[in-house]
């Protein structure tokens, strides 16, 4: 039962983190090249863009209920597997996701960078 | 540096919130933030110029950066695992880093010679190649 809630605990904390990632990379696009937009419009201009786009605030939100969900997940499982499977899990999660909400063009180097990523990621963290 | 700062603040207990304040004036963890922070508007800058599948693989250089800062600075044990686990990451963020950083979802042809000649590159530069921006 432990480990079911362990598991939930981890899907929760991948979710999150992908919806999150997805959000601010979607929003950060909307506003631009930020270092072109500094120096053609100044710092508060960029900073005012960005906390002003709801894809951010929404990524920001996502990112606070992935990063509660694994306190959550760390108390009900070993650090030593919440760890590197939740990092693990979100580099794959965020290649799927990249390819279907943000119409990236995930090629075949780009599949294998994120399973290596994700491979030594777990290993590392592990 | 936040776990070494946090170390010195002590246990933080729900009772006594006012820990979390003296916890923030600790230079360590005072340091700590202000490098997260620095690392999220990193982040935030990469991501407005470059495609997400581009820049999370080459932000987990971090981990690899952590275990040689832990082996040769902290002089920490790394197992052989961790190394296979640091090739592994170097592997694939080379893979990433030798495609191109953004999609490009402009469908419209490249402009023409005369195009490009009438926008101020010279014909020396349209001959060999292309202006370099």
């Known amino acids: 039962m432990k480990s079911a809630y362990t598991w939930g605990g981890i899907l929760v904390i991948v979710f999150a983190s992908v919806v999150g990632d997805i959000l601010l990379a979607r929003a950060m696009k909307q506003v631009g090249d930020v270092h072109a937009l500094w120096r053609r419009a100044g710092l508060w201009t960029v900073v005012a863009r960005i906390l002003g786009n709801s894809n ?29 499977a939740a990092a693990s899990l979100t580099f794959i999660g965020n290649a799927f996701a990249a390819k279907i909400f943000l119409h990236e063009k995930v090629d075949r180097r780009r599949w294998i960078a994120a399973v290596l990523v994700a491979a030594g990621v777990a290993l590392l963290a592990g | 540096m936040l776990s070494h700062g946090m170390k010195q603040a002590g246990n933080i207990s729900l009772h006594h919130l006012q820990g979390v304040i003296l916890a923030v004036l600790n230079p360590w963890v005072a340091v700590g933030i202000v490098l997260l922070l620095a690392f999220f508007a990193s982040y935030m800058n990469a991501l407005s110029w470059a495609d997400l599948t581009y820049v999370l693989p080459a932000t987990s250089l971090g981990y690899v950066l952590l275990a040689l800062v832990a082996k040769f600075a902290l002089h920490e044990e790394v197992s052989p695992l961790r190394w296979l686990g640091i090739a592994l990451i170097s592997g694939g963020v080379g893979f990433v880093a030798g495609g191109p950083a ?10 023409s010679r005369e195009e490009r000649e009438k926008d101020g590159a010279t014909t020396e530069e349209v001959v060999s190649g292309g202006v370099q921006r």
């Open chain 1, 56 to 84: 951010f605030l929404l990524g920001v939100g996502a990112m606070a209920v992935a990063f509660f969900s694994l306190l959550f997940a760390l108390s009900w499982g070993d650090v030593s597997l919440v760890a590197p």
């Open chain 2, 102 to 111: 953004l999609t490009s979802h402009d469908h419209t042809p490249p402009p």
